[in-house]
């Protein structure tokens, strides 16, 4: 059965530290994996895009990894900030482009 | 603007009642998809549509009908709504670049059925 799961399902943190996000899955074939940032009341909007060549992608101060031997992902923040407070969800295709296995995402709380 | 709008943002209905749900968007992109988001639930696929002819059922598809009435315009329907449809939902778009692109969403429609 494809499945994305997400840990932890909440985490808060002060401000200026850094976190990391965990994604493991078990869609195959494996096509690529994207982390969407959902703040509250809008829609998700795309952080990072990876295939199954790559290892590493970074966004600023958001960088994904990617396992797809061991089909696990992480997404590291550095130095958050307030406005990282939100939640993050990891998504996966298949080859099938028609399909995205969406997890139920991270709610991160970032503290003064 | 934003890219991806979505009307209304907030509804409140009756069982029994039609509901439609309206998303349009300047991207100029092929593709839009309809999801519904459910507390503690990953966002889940109710329709799909690659371009204006081609309409494609999600995994949860029952219950709801949809209309691209135009590239830029695609609609959702509940038919006689339901209290488990409770829900907010999630408007997306696509280009159609092999798969690797970004959906694009719009802010969502927070649907309550009583």
């Known amino acids: 059965k494809n499945q994305v799961e997400q840990s932890p399902q909440s985490l808060i943190i002060l401000e200026g530290k850094n976190c990391t996000l965990q994604?493991?899955?078990?869609?195959?074939?494996?096509?690529?994996l994207r982390w969407y940032k959902q703040d509250t009341g809008r829609g998700p909007v795309s952080l990072t895009i990876m295939t199954f060549s790559e290892n590493t992608k970074s966004n600023g101060r958001y960088t994904a990894t990617l396992d797809a031997d061991t089909k696990q992902s992480s997404l590291h923040i550095t130095a958050s900030q307030l406005s990282d407070s939100a939640s993050y969800i990891c998504?996966?295709?298949?080859?099938?482009?028609?399909?995205?296995?969406f997890g139920s995402g991270t709610k991160l709380n970032v503290k003064p | 603007d934003a890219d991806v709008t979505q009307t209304p943002r907030n509804r409140i209905t009756k069982t029994g009642k039609r509901i439609m749900l309206e998303c349009s968007q300047t991207?100029?992109?092929?593709?839009m998809y309809w999801y519904r988001q459910d507390p503690g639930l990953g966002l889940r696929l109710i329709y799909y549509s690659f371009d204006v002819k081609d309409i494609n059922k999600g995994e949860i598809s029952d219950g709801y009908s949809v209309s691209r009435q135009a590239q830029a315009k695609f609609s959702l329907s509940l038919e006689s709504a339901i209290p488990n449809q409770t829900a907010l939902y999630f408007c997306a778009t696509s280009d159609s670049g092999g798969g690797f692109q970004p959906q694009h969403f719009g802010d969502g429609t927070r649907l309550s059925i009583l």
């Open positions: 994604c493991n899955y078990t869609v195959s074939p494996f096509s690529n």
């Open positions: 991207k100029g992109h092929d593709r």
């Open positions: 998504v996966v295709s298949p080859y099938n482009f028609n399909k995205f296995y």
